[in-house]
């Protein structure tokens, strides 16, 4: 039994049709002491689309993500993601204390071989030129997700999966984060955004599921 | 489509509680034929009287031992290849029984050692061997016990028996070649060849060894289904048709 | 391979930032060394004697001690997850790591070994083959410890249960190693000893990495 709320805003042109399709999920599921934690999940993304994961807490939004980005196995169902690089921002931020903003990126663009963009001037672009040379354990909790956040910035992921990216920001915080949502699907990636519903993204062309929470099944 | 069946909880719980009878005949038949023969008919050993006579439980033992590791590993690789439910609970109802074996093998090599060195434990390659090879099940059972949620846990447990098999010939073998380095004392029968007369009952009650091995498995396997199942319909269906025994060990132990 | 030498370099400056925690294997390497005459007795031949499996239970020992830093800070500030989306193969991810654990915690401990062969009255013609010893067997138990501490990062527990799962493990390189150095002692041929903890070295660095990265696959689901 599946069970999906989507708004798909209709195309004005017919190009639309022709983009290509990024991820295809069929009758997802997993299973926690052998009950499925969400009911199972169909839908396929496109580039150049953008869909939010609504739901109450417990009903699996982390869990559905992280099946996405290949952190977690299904149950059944399948997955077939067509992206040739997917990102992911998870409620760990992967930072690493000892290291500065700066530090911590030229990592990350080394480790994802090169720089693609200067570090500089994502660390502008997400707020942190004053605070970048500063261990990252002085910073707040705002400014590390913004540094998470400047991640995406550097390692141009085609497709985006953000499991909660709007905690812990202030108002120019979330701006920030729909400007590169923005950015990002008007570039021709697909992004997947989990969020438990005080800010949405409301964009154009987007589309929203509502993931219920798995029920016992009785067999 | 036995195979498939399998799979399926409820089916396999009535399956393996047909069989379990048999095997346990099978079983109580095989070894007293052949303890009768050990324990009476045989005639005492040349050199070491009638204390020989621990063979027809220690070897069968240790063999089993070794055996059931083997067994466990080649379940879990199926297990964690093709994330088989069925698998991990047959590998992991195992470790428990190979334990068993081991400490079997373990307390009656100690007994056969007394009368021959005087002394309860000897560092022998065989006895060394399976004190390491109970550390191993101990490792498997204790990680599968550790994690809370039962896949993860069988599929942590069930990885870690695949990479002890791997190592257990290689510990056998250094073990062997450590005991012999440091002139070692070692418990077995004089000489390398056994009297066919004192062979055969040994073989039947290896025999015998390998179907308490099957009735005690599927009877675990059967309780941790339904542990497991606790909440599915198929086993409330089970507990009211009065399988008293089963299904009150199981409700007692979820309070 | 840029991934590799990138995650490699940063361990080491990680480590090296927290230049006090480094020492920390050392130390007890040297207290646990030093408990053997207490407990035993000073005699030196007795001390002689034993000295080749002290050294070796003692690198042990500091070995699985030190392990829990492997995957820990990884683990619980979400790099693992990172890695394991990014599309890198997480075995030779692994491999990174264990490195630069053996660089920072093992090649220490072979590095210290004459100053506890030292203490314990080991005969001077051992030293180097004892040194050798650990030089190809602590990368054999990070190695495998790898995997240990793969399945039990998520537990609570993990490190007491951590010991039971790779002390089994560790018999073989034990009487390896131990039988090497003891070799040269009784004036016995040694290579054959230190060959097959080559061998085991190089099989772990094939399979290990792999089964560490399946743990650790397992460990996050």
Request: net charge neutral; hydrophobic share 50%; with cysteine.
């Amino acid at each position: 039994m599946a069970f999906s709320n989507l708004q798909i805003l209709q195309p004005d042109s017919e190009t639309q049709a022709e983009l290509p399709e990024m991820l295809k999920v069929s009758q997802l599921s997993l299973e926690r002491y052998f009950q499925p934690v969400f009911q199972p999940v169909d839908f396929s993304l496109k580039a150049g689309e953008l869909m939010v994961i609504t739901g109450a807490n417990g009903s699996g939004k982390t869990t559905l993500i992280r099946l996405l980005a290949g952190i977690l196995t299904a149950s059944s169902g399948s997955i077939s993601s067509s992206a040739t690089s997917t990102a992911y921002l998870g409620h760990a931020l992967a930072i690493k204390e000892d290291l500065s903003a700066l530090q911590n990126l030229r990592f990350v663009a080394e480790f994802n071989g090169g720089f693609k963009t200067s570090i500089e001037l994502v660390l502008r672009q997400a707020g942190l030129s004053r605070v970048a040379h500063q261990p990252a354990r002085t910073l707040s909790a705002g400014q590390r997700k913004r540094c998470a956040l400047a991640r995406l910035l550097l390692v141009s992921a085609q497709l985006w999966l953000l499991d909660e990216p709007y905690s812990n920001l202030d108002q120019e915080g979330i701006e920030l984060v729909d400007e590169l949502l923005i950015q990002h699907v008007s570039g021709g990636g697909a992004a997947i955004v989990a969020t438990h519903g005080e800010h949405r993204p409301q964009l154009e062309r987007q589309r929203d599921l509502f993931l219920l929470a798995g029920f016992a099944t009785d067999e | 489509m036995f195979i498939h069946k399998l799979g399926s909880p409820p089916w396999f719980y009535d399956f393996a509680g047909k069989c379990i009878p048999w095997l346990w005949a099978a079983f109580a038949i095989l070894a007293s034929v052949s303890l009768y023969q050990g324990l009476f008919r045989v005639p005492p050993d040349y050199l070491q009287g009638e204390s020989f006579r621990i063979i027809y439980l220690h070897v069968p033992a240790a063999w089993m031992s070794m055996m059931i590791y083997a067994l466990m590993a080649v379940m879990g690789f199926i297990a964690l290849v093709w994330r088989i439910r069925m698998m991990e609970i047959l590998a992991m109802c195992s470790a428990p029984i190979g334990a068993a074996f081991t400490l079997v093998a373990l307390v009656s090599g100690s007994l056969w050692g007394r009368p021959t060195w005087g002394t309860y434990w000897v560092w022998d390659a065989r006895l060394t061997s399976e004190l390491v090879l109970l550390f191993l099940y101990l490792g498997v059972m204790g990680l599968f016990s550790a994690y809370d949620e039962p896949r993860k846990a069988a599929r942590a447990a069930c990885l870690l028996a695949i990479v002890g098999v791997i190592n257990l010939p290689i510990i056998h073998y250094s073990v062997k070649w450590w005991n012999t380095l440091h002139q070692g004392s070692s418990i077995g029968l004089s000489g390398s060849s056994i009297h066919p007369s004192m062979l055969w009952p040994l073989l039947v009650m290896a025999l015998a060894t390998k179907f308490y091995y099957a009735a005690n498995l599927l009877a675990r396997a059967r309780v941790l289904l339904l542990e497991q199942d606790l909440r599915k319909g198929w086993t409330r269906k089970i507990s009211k048709i009065g399988n008293s025994n089963v299904s009150s060990r199981v409700e007692k132990r979820d309070q | 391979m840029q991934a590799f030498s990138a995650l490699l370099r940063r361990d080491l400056s990680l480590a090296l930032r927290r230049r006090d925690e480094l020492l920390l294997p050392l130390f007890f390497m040297m207290v646990t060394v030093s408990l053997f005459p207490l407990g035993i007795g000073p005699s030196s031949d007795l001390l002689a004697r034993i000295a080749p499996g002290v050294i070796w239970i003692a690198a042990l020992l500091a070995t699985v001690v030190s392990l829990d830093s492997l995957f820990r800070a990884d683990y619980e500030d979400g790099s693992l997850e990172q890695f394991m989306v990014s599309g890198q193969p997480l075995p030779l991810l692994v491999l990174a790591k264990v490195l630069a654990h053996w660089l920072i915690a093992g090649l220490p401990v072979v590095l210290l070994s004459p100053l506890l062969a030292l203490w314990l009255n080991l005969d001077v013609q051992a030293w180097w083959v004892m040194m050798a010893s650990l030089a190809l067997g602590t990368p054999i138990l990070s190695l495998i410890g790898a995997i240990g501490v793969g399945l039990t990062i998520g537990l609570r527990r993990g490190g007491q249960l951590l010991s039971l799962l790779v002390f089994p493990l560790y018999v073989p390189v034990l009487i390896i190693a131990t039988a090497a150095i003891m070799a040269v002692l009784d004036g016995l041929p040694y290579v054959p000893f230190l060959g097959l903890l080559l061998a085991g070295l190089l099989t772990s660095l094939t399979l290990a990495p792999f089964a560490a990265a399946a743990a650790l696959k397992i460990s996050l689901s």
